[in-house]
């Protein structure tokens, strides 16, 4: 019986010395990675914000700003005074284009940012054109919301 005892404790003790060194090397581990998340994460086919040509936000400013504003006019309520749009002949269904997607505040919030970065990049190229599109495109999406 004693002799049973004694070989648990060593087991014990060999084991609670394989969970220290597992600790240790837990933490090693995870403190070694430093800031290579954060370089992983870095979009390497992006764009600068910094450095981003104003023309190339002119088109999804706009395409941001119409998308909900027409889904809502497809889909919504007001698809009777749209362009296409006429009445089943199967039943009581509308018969529109489907413009599908759901919408967010998000959405609305990051067409915004992107209209003030359009103005920021452009005042800073001198663009009066886009910076005179950003303003008409924040106001209209701020009268949206």
Known sequence: MLVSNIENYKVMKL????????LVLTVTVLASCGDQLTELNVNPKGVDPE??????LVATVI???AAPYL?????GKFAGVM???????????????QWSGTSSWSGYYDNLRNAKLLYQRAEAEGMEFQMGLAIVIRAFNFAYI
Do not use: C, H, M, R
């Not at 084991?15 to 597992?22: R, T, V, W």
């Not at 450095?51 to 190339?56: A, G, I, Y």
């Not at 362009?83 to 284009?97: A, E, F, P, R, T």
């Open 63 to 65: 395409s941001q700003t």
């Open 51 to 56: 450095t981003v040509q104003p023309n190339l």
């Open 71 to 75: 889904s809502a006019n497809y889909e």
């Open 15 to 22: 084991i609670k010395g394989l969970n220290k060194i597992f």
């Open 83 to 97: 362009n296409y749009v006429q009445k089943s002949g199967w039943g009581s269904d509308l018969n529109k284009y």
